[in-house]
């Protein structure tokens, strides 16, 4: 098993400076009359808090009541789509995950936002038998963040291989993977006793080098292979088609568009 390391603070910490520009929050305004009234109206006491936020209605509910709030949204409000569904990682902070969901009335044009809470180590309700987008939305979400999903129909990893240890999306998860992933393919493939054989993975994030010229390239500036880097600039050169000639360097505009 992976060795834990204690990142309680992980959360703690300011993202940004006085020496960063820090965007203004998002505007909330309250639920006037017309569609979201009629929306809010019908999910009743469901909803512990709901407001518009960028023109679309956001409503927080328990989570013991996701597939009762869905089942409402579907068949009562219109709302068909479920185009998006994810979590947030609160865990050092709260030692919650943030659930959302996004919807979308087609013959409204509106968007219905469904927020919850989520406690660590609880499970939600599966809502893949009111949205069929649902199946896989939650199978990526027990994969990446290790949330339960009760009651559906095939819940294994969908993204990582089956036997693999953590969920890469917990902010507590190195971002460069640790010692298991660097091992991983090593031991799967040629067994640990080749460990020392071919080494482990590297987990260089491919940094790109200009003065490479065996690997890279730059248009304009081409040298031959493994010849020294040059700052000359050159110019470019395309092929002439019987239609364009892209080695003209005017260009011809339009007066009316036919």
């Avoid at 959360?11 to 505007?27: I, L, M």
């Avoid at 080749?194 to 482990?200: A, C, T």
Wanted: proline fraction near 5%; include cysteine.
């Amino acid at each position: 098993m992976r060795k834990y390391v204690p990142k309680d603070n992980v959360q703690g910490k300011a993202y940004y400076t006085d020496r960063f520009w820090v965007a203004p929050r998002v505007p909330r305004t309250e639920v006037e009359n017309g569609h979201f009234a009629a929306v809010v109206k019908a999910v009743g006491e469901n909803a512990t808090e709901a407001y518009v936020e960028l023109g679309q209605l956001v409503l927080h509910i328990d989570p013991t009541n996701n597939f009762k709030v869905m089942k409402t949204l579907k068949e009562e409000c219109g709302y068909t789509q479920c185009s998006e569904q994810s979590a947030v990682d609160y865990l050092a902070k709260d030692n919650e995950f943030e659930l959302f969901w996004q919807l979308l009335n087609v013959t409204e044009a509106k968007r219905v936002r469904v927020v919850c809470r989520l406690a660590n180590g609880a499970a939600i309700e599966s809502v893949q038998p009111l949205y069929r987008s649902a199946n896989f939305a939650e199978r990526e979400m027990f994969d990446m963040f290790g949330i339960k999903v009760n009651n559906h129909p095939f819940l294994k990893r969908i993204l990582m291989p089956d036997d693999w240890e953590g969920h890469p999306l917990l902010k507590t998860y190195p971002l460069q993977g640790d010692e298991f992933a660097s091992w991983y393919e090593v031991d799967k493939i040629f067994g640990k006793e080749y460990r020392d054989i071919i080494g482990p993975e590297n987990r260089d994030p491919a940094k790109v080098d200009v003065k490479d010229t065996k690997r890279f390239s730059r248009v304009g500036y081409e040298v031959p292979f493994g010849a020294e880097y040059s700052e000359e600039e050159q110019d470019i050169k395309y092929s002439e088609t019987a239609l364009v000639n892209y080695n003209k360097k005017e260009s011809k505009q339009l007066d009316e568009r036919r």
